[in-house]
Each structure stands twice: as structure tokens, then as C-alpha cells.
């Protein structure tokens, strides 16, 4: 069965130190997102991509954090340099071509992250 | 902006009871999705409901989506220990994205 990949599933590093994430999107996946879960709360969108292009990075604190998906398949978060506050789980979702057929996100396991 | 709130907080029961979950909106509700995300892993999703008072099962569980479409229920009939859980609620903002609720944790006890 076709999932959504990440790496590494658990990362632990210092405040002001560099941390990236990986995420292998479901094959044929065009839409890609990526979202920061707080302990006990829910998912928030971070940034979302249509193919390599960005649609949707209005809530990614873009002076620590920037995301890339350069050939339209795999992808990159970044945080630069890591706060404390950062401390929780990334998780990446694919979901089909926006506009073709019934829309439903496929979650990755996600990369729990703790900044010490 | 949209604000979803999901109820309750926290429900641990017994096996074998019966349990429902809320979500409701300050506004109407395109579609509203809901997910179950088990410890460590990432959610999945359980149903979309579209419709106003619609209704959907999936076994044991059963998705209402308010006549307004400003709120929806989650009811599991028979709780299992396999139903733990957090269960996440999301309601469709913009044309392809869904914003999440807080979540309710489930905890079922054999």
C-alpha cells in the first residue's frame, strides 16, 4: 500500500542549531503539505505545494523556516536556527492534483522534534 | 477566521460503553472531515460529510453533520480499546485546504 514517507521520525537538538525534515509524498501525488502539531492540539498548515510550486505559506515563520520541493516529488523543511517553541511533531501529507477528483490528504508518519 | 472547537477536551470510558464527540463552528461548514491519529503516528482520515444532516456509519461508528452544517457529532457505539485515540475534526477553508480542530483524546479501557 502506498504511504507517505519521513524521515528521521524522532530528532532531538539544541536551541540555535539546524534541523531538516524529509517527506517522500505518496507516488503521483502532485499536492503536498506539511503541518506542525503542538502536543494536544491539532495540525496547523505550515505550507502547502501544488507540484514544486508554493500555494499556501501564509503561516510558515519564514524567518527560521523554509520548505522546498525542487522537482515536484520530494521534500524539505528546514528550521534555522532551531527555539525551544519548535519543540513538536511535523507531519507531511499528499493529496491528488487540486481540482481532480475527491479531495483526501494521505498523513506520513511525522518527525517528532524536540529542541532543547 | 473560523474558529472549531471540539468537545470534550479528554474521555476516558470502559470498554463496551458508548461515547460522542462534538465539533462546532462560529460559521457554516463547507465539509467537514474527521481523522483518528493514533500515538506517534500521523491522523487518518475516517469520512467527509459534505450535506447538511447527513449521516454516515463506518462500523461501530456513526458521523452526523448538522442540519446548519455549523457543527457535526462523532458516535462509536461499543467503545474498544482499538478506539483509542485522538480524533480531530477538519472543516474546509479556502479551496483546498482544511483547518483543524483542537481534537478530542479518547482512551478506552479494556
Known amino acids: 500500500e502506498a504511504e507517505v514517507a519521513q524521515s528521521p521520525r524522532y530528532k532531538i537538538t539544541e536551541k540555535s542549531q539546524a534541523v531538516a525534515f524529509w517527506c517522500d509524498p505518496i507516488?503521483?501525488?502532485?499536492?503536498l503539505y506539511w503541518y506542525r502539531q503542538i502536543l494536544g492540539q491539532g495540525p496547523e498548515l505550515l505550507v502547502q505545494?501544488?507540484?514544486?510550486?508554493?500555494?499556501?505559506d501564509s503561516q510558515l515563520p519564514k524567518d527560521r523556516f523554509s520548505a522546498e520541493r525542487l522537482k515536484g516529488v520530494d521534500s524539505t523543511l528546514k528550521i534555522q536556527p532551531a527555539e525551544l517553541g519548535d519543540s513538536a511533531m511535523y507531519l507531511c501529507?499528499?493529496?491528488?492534483?487540486?481540482?481532480?477528483?475527491?479531495?483526501?490528504?494521505?498523513f506520513g508518519p511525522g518527525t517528532r522534534l524536540t529542541v532543547l | 477566521t473560523q474558529l472549531l472547537e471540539q468537545s470534550p477536551q479528554f474521555l476516558s470510558i470502559q470498554e463496551g460503553e458508548n461515547l460522542t464527540v462534538y465539533c462546532n463552528s462560529s460559521?457554516?461548514?463547507?465539509?467537514l472531515q474527521w481523522y483518528r491519529q493514533e500515538p506517534g503516528e500521523g491522523p487518518v482520515l475516517l469520512v467527509t460529510?459534505?450535506?447538511?444532516?447527513e449521516v454516515k456509519k463506518l462500523k461501530r461508528l456513526t458521523f452526523q453533520f448538522g442540519d446548519a452544517r455549523k457543527d457535526s457529532s462523532l458516535h462509536i457505539t461499543a467503545a474498544q480499546p482499538g478506539d483509542t485515540g485522538l480524533y480531530l475534526c477538519?472543516?474546509?477553508?479556502?479551496?483546498?485546504?482544511?483547518?483543524f480542530g483542537t481534537g478530542t483524546r479518547l482512551k478506552v479501557l479494556a
Open positions: 501529507a499528499s493529496s491528488g492534483r487540486l481540482g481532480q477528483g475527491r479531495f483526501e490528504q494521505f
Open positions: 507516488s503521483g501525488h502532485a499536492t
Open positions: 505545494f501544488q507540484d514544486e510550486s508554493v500555494v499556501d
Open positions: 460559521s457554516v461548514f463547507s465539509s
Open positions: 460529510v459534505v450535506t447538511g444532516g
Open positions: 477538519a472543516e474546509k477553508s479556502g479551496t483546498y485546504k482544511y483547518i
